[in-house]
């Protein structure tokens, strides 16, 4: 069952199953020593949301993780079980290195812009995520990277637009943007799937800079392309 066939009373609300905070730690990839955040540990304590992070939580490489449109990631349980189904194993919180794991609500669905009130904080749906190598290196199954890039259930990064404090089995209140938006899902697969349709990306003002940059590029790309 996925996310989006998950019956729910009110599609706008759910609830936070685990938070999920790590550190940075060494692992060995390839012969070499790597650094990574991407392992995270549920925990029931209280997290301040602020300055661009939850908690203590911390992230290796700041360049490509972290910052202020990538201060949370949220994945939905609903997703997590169709991935149990496709790996054939049972699957915990944090399994893809996600802080907030959450319930009822269609997280890979979620639009750009999106507003969500948890505790006493606000954050906003920014981006989808881009899976890279430490992927792998956090599920140990192979190919996932590829795998996860395929599947549309990319789960969702969010900006802090109002600081605050949340912890598990907050409720979670989605109010969805006016303004013209895609969802997650949508900028996943026309990154890794449908580059040519990138255009409808800087059409959504609260997209970040990062993705509207790489959208104008990949439009210019595009049409010198098929000039030639």
């Known amino acids: 069952m996925t996310s989006q066939e998950t019956p729910h009373a009110d599609p706008n609300t759910g609830e936070i199953a685990s938070v999920n905070i790590g550190t940075i730690r060494e692992v060995e990839h390839n012969g070499r020593l790597i650094t990574t955040g991407i392992f995270k540990t549920p925990t029931t304590e209280t997290q301040t949301v602020a300055d661009n992070h939850i908690g203590n939580d911390q992230q290796a490489d700041p360049q490509n993780h972290g910052g202020p449109h990538k201060a949370v990631y949220a994945y939905a349980e609903e997703d997590y079980a169709w991935w149990a189904e496709q ?18 609500i269609d997280v890979s669905g979620a639009r750009v812009g999106d507003r969500w009130a948890i505790g006493t904080a606000v954050l906003e749906v920014s981006e989808a995520r881009v899976p890279c190598f430490k992927l792998g290196i956090r599920t140990r199954v192979a190919r996932i990277q590829q795998a996860f890039a395929k599947a549309d259930r990319p789960g969702a990064y969010l900006r802090i637009i109002e600081p605050g404090a949340l912890t598990v089995g907050d409720k979670v209140a989605v109010t969805p943007t006016d303004d013209p938006s895609i969802s997650v899902a949508e900028m996943a697969s026309i990154y890794h799937r449908d580059r040519a349709g990138a ?28 000039a030639s």
């Open 199 to 226: 255009g409808v990306l800087l059409d959504v003002p609260a997209l970040s800079d990062a993705w509207r940059g790489w959208a104008a590029e990949t439009m210019a790309r595009h049409a010198g392309d098929t």
């Open 87 to 104: 790996l054939d194993t049972e699957l915990t919180p944090a399994f893809f290195g996600e802080n907030l794991t959450v319930r009822g």
